[in-house]
């Protein structure tokens, strides 16, 4: 057991040190470290385009996508290279918040289905920011109960025609294509009849309306297909077999926003350390102590179980159900820990907004972003039957509509 | 980076399971627990056979010299065992003192009978109610005597030797504390047995009446020995608590597969899963913390401090939220003595004091933080 860097990885580190240095966006440093989940914005530049142009410049000189094959835009780096590289760019990372979906699960889904040919035309442009991928599977029918979905997919020649609407679309509204889970066949069992595609977003007859959240930001979408054309050599996987397709994308998703999600603690413990209680600094109070102390070993526990799993990662093991944990942890946490860095402001916590409320409003900000985080890749329900089920082995759920034809499921409540 | 257990103490991991499944099943605990015999001497005698009592002493001082992240593995066993031996006392607490602050004299005189099996040493450190803390050293050391009252104290009733905190100075500052070694079979030591949460583990009750005592470390040290003392004996309990949460999670989940009711396996209830999916995840958190805790152990790294209260808290609830919870997933049949919950739920518990509780632990933890963020 070691933490130590080995003589490569210290090497690695301090070119990837050196290579930030010199070429970092430093001007905007400051401003994303203090931002909070959901809150990455920059006062008085575009923060898509200061994205993109740091994504590109990564690219450009082999920093991007680093476990990716070096073919598709990436650099074939090792699991703990690609942690040494998050480690080093530090706060610049979080402009990359706007790529996850496209490198975290559109990449790797591209990389196990699409034709030889695709991946090559399509992942280096999306490795280098300059094409923005979006996650095409909720419906108003379907989120939980993804294979509850209605949009059709229909065969004409060599092309399908797709109808229907998808919800909750990450970064549709910026997106360049997108991967897209359709209904084939509705005469069959609801997992039995779906495929994967993926899409031009400027395809004629694609619609995206941005919907306004619960804290405020736009930063998901409506999506409507009206007679979309996908060309067959789009598809990935075979037809009616995009439920396996769809489960290598939701593997990786839980492995990269697992990984990712934040806590609040540290942003917690800091805030402490200065706050001034009515009875003194708060972080000398035993109450105080002890949520911190509760919360500190949470935050340490996930950091430290995302380790273990590169350790693994590394020694060849592939991503399993068990990092499902981080999300589960994490969503719970935030919205722990913003509520109590209120509690603590007193009646004034009710202010919020980055100038009038205490620490530039970060855990207002955060109080009112974590409700989607334990909604977002998975509820906390889902993460919980994932580990119940495939880590713990216990019996899955009673699934009533599991052997009947997806057009006899019924679609609504009783009364 | 690499961390994980390596090949060679994951093989030593199976080694000790397999001996501790056949050398002490369920059955061999409850000797101890229904007050048969303070402890299992067989088992301890096995131990040391094994080369496990000694495993992170030096082979100088007569051990295996192999390392502290090796002991971690057969400390996790021990907690999934549930063993009914000294193991904590005498290992973590005992020999680690001995090791960070004994003579060469005392170290020959003690490690090799400790690998052996023939000595069980404990820490004699609290004083009635209080965390650790040298106000709460009462017991006075003056002219080469002892005079005063520990309780409880970890396996006193059948320990051969202590392991002493005593007052040296008057005020209560860290430096009135000095450790002392005292053979515990000499005159002037009274030992009282009580009764206690975890009856596979004793406590006791020790009065130092004029008892003669040698120093173990220089005057007025003992805090900062006992101080790391305590951290290392943290992440080596860690270990132990994530054995014993993993097995209460395993009791649990097996139990959910085989009871049915209302004409299902329970663990196709959904809040039975969550409930289990829950104790996985605080086991699984305890586990990593543990991890870290080991191997800031191993190389004896300046994060020891913080990465040992992590363990230790971390640890300590996830032991405890699983023990609990899988009384509750057993039902009534988990209220039964007859069943195995109330063993790891008492040691769970017992455990999550011994080495001062929680709240102590949560202060140490905010201090060590704070202070490795102001350097
Ligand atoms: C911020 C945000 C971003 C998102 N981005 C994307 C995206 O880019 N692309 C995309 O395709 N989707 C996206 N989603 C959608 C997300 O994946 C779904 O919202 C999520 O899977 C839950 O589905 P639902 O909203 O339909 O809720 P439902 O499935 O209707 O769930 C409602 C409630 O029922 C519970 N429930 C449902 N099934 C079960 C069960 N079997 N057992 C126990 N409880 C159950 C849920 O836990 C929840 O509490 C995003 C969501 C959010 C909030």
Known sequence: ?415 | MNFDFSDDQKQLRDQARKFLTEKCSPKAVRVVLDGKTPYDKELWKGLAEMGFLGVAIPEDFGGAGAGHLELCVIAEEMGRANAPVPFSSTVYLAAEALLIAGRDAQKKKWLPAIASGEAIGTLALFEGKGNPSPKNVKLAAAGGVLNGVKKPVADGAIADFAVVAARTGSVGRDSDISLFLVDLKASGVEVKNLANLDPTRGQAEITFNNCKAEPLGAAGEGWSILTQVLDRAAVLSAFEQVGGADRALEMGRDYALDRIAFGRQIGSFQAVKHMLADMYVSATLARSNSYYGAWALSTNASELPEAAAAARISATQAFQHCAKNNIQVHGGMGFTWEFDCHMYYRRANAMALGLGSLSYWEDQLIDRMRKKNAA
């Open chain 1, 1 to 415: 057991m070691n933490f130590d860097d080995t003589p490569q990885e210290a090497e690695f580190r301090s070119q990837a040190r050196a290579w930030i240095a010199a070429n970092a966006p430093k001007q905007y440093e400051d401003e994303l470290r203090k931002s909070s989940l959901g809150r990455t914005q920059l006062k008085n530049a575009n923060i898509l385009e200061v994205a993109k142009a740091w994504q590109k410049k990564k690219a450009e000189a082999g920093w991007a996508c680093l476990h990716w094959p070096r073919d598709y835009g990436g650099r074939g780096s090792s699991p703990i290279e690609r942690v040494i590289w998050q480690q080093e760019e530090g706060p610049f990372g979080k402009l990359s918040g706007m790529f996850i979906i496209g490198h975290g699960m559109c990449g790797p889904t591209m990389m196990a289905f699409a034709r030889e040919e695709h991946k090559r035309n399509y992942l280096p442009p999306l490795a280098s920011g300059e094409k923005v991928w979006c996650q095409l599977f909720s419906e108003p029918a379907g989120g939980s109960d993804v294979a509850g979905l209605r949009t059709r997919a229909e065969k004409d020649g060599d092309e399908w025609v797709i109808n229907g609407q998808k919800i909750w679309t990450s970064g549709a509204h910026y997106s360049d294509y997108g991967i897209l889970l359709t209904r084939t066949d509705p005469n069959v069992a609801k997992h039995k009849g779906l495929t994967m595609f993926f899409l031009d977003m400027k395809s004629p007859g694609v619609e995206v309306r941005p919907i306004k959240q619960a804290n405020g930001a736009s930063d998901f979408n409506e999506v409507y297909f009206t007679n979309v054309r996908i060309p067959d050599h789009q598809r990935l996987g075979e037809v009616n077999d995009g439920w396996n397709v769809s489960l290598t994308t939701l593997m990786n998703e839980r492995m990269s926003i697992g990984a990712g999600v934040s806590t609040g603690f540290p942003e917690l413990f800091d805030y402490c350390a200065s706050l001034m209680l009515d009875d003194g600094p708060a972080i000398e109070d035993r109450a105080v102590r002890s949520k911190l102390a509760n919360w500190a070993v949470k935050a340490s526990g996930l950091r430290y179980t995302s380790m273990r799993a590169i350790s693994a990662l590394s020694k060849g093991e592939r991503p399993g159900p068990e990092n499902s944990i981080g999300k589960l942890v994490a969503g719970a946490m935030i919205q722990d820990v913003a509520t109590y860095a209120l509690d603590l402001q007193g009646a004034a916590g009710v202010v919020s907004g980055p100038e009038d409320a205490d620490v530039a409003g970060r855990f207002q900000a955060m109080l009112l972003r974590a409700p989607g985080t334990r909604v977002e890749g998975g509820t906390d329900e889902i993460m919980r039957n994932i580990i119940a089920e495939r880590v713990l082995g216990l019996p899955g759920d009673i699934r009533v509509d599991k052997d009947v034809p997806f057009n006899k499921i019924p679609t609504k409540g009783g009364n």
